[in-house]
């Protein structure tokens, strides 16, 4: 199986920190339909949290999640990578990154079996469109 390297939108929104604050946005987008393959949350600051979402597909999913909160994230560029999992692949991609000269915002990487699923964050979207290329050709040897 060939490895899958995409452009994602992430959508962002400030939540309370408190206890089953996600629980209740994350059920209002699931009440909704929304199937999502990316969540991510961080404490923002005492008192705030932001959840990260991704993806969103439709005008229809865009709004259920405009309805909760969310916004589309201005300043985060994000690559999705699926594909088979294998030794040193992320060594792999960073060396790549690193090479074309693109400093990483973020990653998030797990395996699941056989298969893994990374996510990067670019500072630009020049960095991501960069990024995109530099991962399929060191994915492709």
Same mark, same amino acid.
């Given at each position: 199986?060939?490895?899958?390297?995409?452009?994602?939108?992430?959508?962002?929104?400030?939540? /309370?920190?408190?206890?089953?604050?996600?629980?209740?946005?994350?059920r209002e987008l699931s009440?909704? $339909?929304? !199937? *999502?393959?990316?969540?991510?949350?961080?404490?923002a600051q005492?008192?705030?949290?932001?959840?990260f979402i991704s993806p969103l597909r439709t005008l229809e999913e865009i709004a259920i999640a405009e309805r909760a909160g969310f916004a589309e994230t201005a300043d985060l560029h994000t690559l999705?990578?699926?594909? /088979?999992s294998r030794p040193g692949l992320g060594a792999v991609v960073a060396t790549a990154?690193?090479?074309? $000269?693109? !400093? *990483?915002?973020?990653?998030?990487?797990?395996?699941?079996?056989?298969?893994?699923v990374t996510s990067i964050a670019c500072d630009t979207e020049d960095d991501?469109?960069?990024?995109?290329?530099?991962?399929?050709?060191a994915l492709a040897h």
């Open positions: 199986m060939a490895y899958r390297v995409t452009k994602e939108h992430v959508w962002s929104a400030a939540i /309370p920190d408190r206890t089953g604050a996600l629980a209740e946005v994350l009440t909704h $339909g929304l !199937n *999502l393959e990316l969540i991510i949350t961080r404490r005492p008192g705030r949290a932001l959840p999705r990578i699926v594909g /088979p990154l690193a090479e074309a $000269g693109i !400093n *990483l915002r973020a990653v998030s990487a797990a395996a699941f079996g056989d298969q893994q991501a469109d960069r990024a995109r290329l530099a991962v399929e050709e």
